[in-house]
């Protein structure tokens, strides 16, 4: 899937992928969270059978420009 717009929203249980309600699958989004820990939130969980291997996942990861530097 090419993802060329996306929302989240954790507080209003929002993810859109390409300005569509993403509603296929359950699906665990990890964003960037205080302190360097990650945030997960599942969406779609009514459809989780019980396996995690069922769930999709998509995490964004942001790097600093200090990092890059570093990294070179």
């Known amino acids: 899937m ?5 929302e989240v929203d954790f507080d209003n ?3 859109k992928i ?4 993403y509603m296929e699958r359950p699906i665990v ?3 960037p969270g205080p302190g360097g820990w990650p ?3 599942l969406f ?7 396996t995690p291997e069922e769930c999709d996942e998509l995490t964004v990861i942001l790097r600093s420009t200090e ?5 070179r």
């Open 29 to 31: 989004v990890t964003l």
């Open 67 to 71: 990092e890059n530097k570093i990294r």
């Open 2 to 6: 090419e993802i060329r717009e996306l």
């Open 18 to 21: 390409n300005g569509e309600d």
């Open 39 to 41: 945030l997960k939130k």
């Open 44 to 50: 779609n969980h009514k459809k989780v059978n019980g």
């Open 13 to 15: 249980g929002i993810l």
